[in-house]
């Protein structure tokens, strides 16, 4: 079945540092969403990419969709603690129900 | 006040149990989803429902049945629970097309 994998699984980093994680799949991704959950939260929507090849960017975020669509990732520029949280990306399913099949999860700490 | 709400937030019951949980929304959005996460597995798809008379299962909807009561309200009813149905349940509401969805404060279930 249709599946998005989200790369890393985990991340620790310094603050100040960046961080990337990235969602793949085997199959054309249609509209690629980013959400964050923070810790004991609920998943909040971030933003949503559907152009080959777009860039959008909200402050240290920077959310990219690859030129095949089969790729996208999120770039967070000198992080800081309040970045601190699982990342999550989803795409629509291909059958055309409006279901979000979602990736697994980045879950990036910040060490202050 | 919260757009989406679920109740109860907490539950720890014990197998063979028959629980629900409940989702109201005052978005005014007509689909309304239940997903279930675990650690690692990111958020999975148990039903969905695009209006009161529509109800679809999702990847995982062995164990569950939903309830859509009004467009406001959609619940989740584990008949006999089991101990491998432990984990963070959220509500979501989405408004149509492909929009971002909009995700309840979650409840976590304990089965033991």
């Known amino acids: 079945g249709q599946q998005v994998m989200q790369i890393p699984q985990y991340q620790h980093v310094q603050e100040g540092e960046d961080f990337t994680t990235y969602c793949n799949s085997s199959?054309?991704?249609?509209?690629i969403q980013w959400y964050k959950q923070r810790p004991g939260g609920h998943p909040v929507f971030l933003i949503q990419?559907?152009?080959?090849?777009e860039v959008k960017k909200q402050k240290r975020l920077t959310f990219q969709f690859g030129e095949a669509k089969k790729n996208s990732s999120l770039h967070i520029t000198a992080t800081q603690t309040t970045d601190v949280g699982t990342y999550f990306c989803?795409?629509?399913?291909?059958?055309?129900?409006?279901?979000?099949?979602f990736g697994s999860g980045t879950r990036l700490l910040v060490r202050p | 006040d919260a757009d989406v709400t679920q109740t109860p937030r907490n539950r720890i019951t014990k197998t063979g149990k028959r629980i629900m949980l409940e989702c109201s929304q005052t978005?005014?959005?007509?689909?309304m989803y239940w997903y279930r996460q675990d650690p690692g597995l990111g958020l999975r798809l148990i039903y969905y429902?695009?209006?009161?008379?529509?109800?679809n299962k999702g990847e995982i909807s062995d164990g569950y049945s939903v309830s859509r009561q009004a467009q406001a309200k959609f619940s989740l009813s584990l008949e006999s629970a089991i101990p491998n149905q432990t984990a963070l349940y959220f509500c979501?509401?989405?408004?149509?097309?492909?929009?971002?969805?909009?995700f309840g404060p979650g409840t976590r279930l304990t089965v033991l």
């Open positions: 989803a795409d629509y399913s291909m059958d055309s129900s409006y279901k979000l099949i």
């Open positions: 199959t054309t991704l249609s509209n």
């Open positions: 990419l559907v152009k080959s090849g």
């Open positions: 978005k005014g959005h007509d689909r």
């Open positions: 429902s695009f209006d009161v008379k529509d109800i």
């Open positions: 979501a509401t989405q408004a149509g097309g492909y929009n971002e969805q909009f």
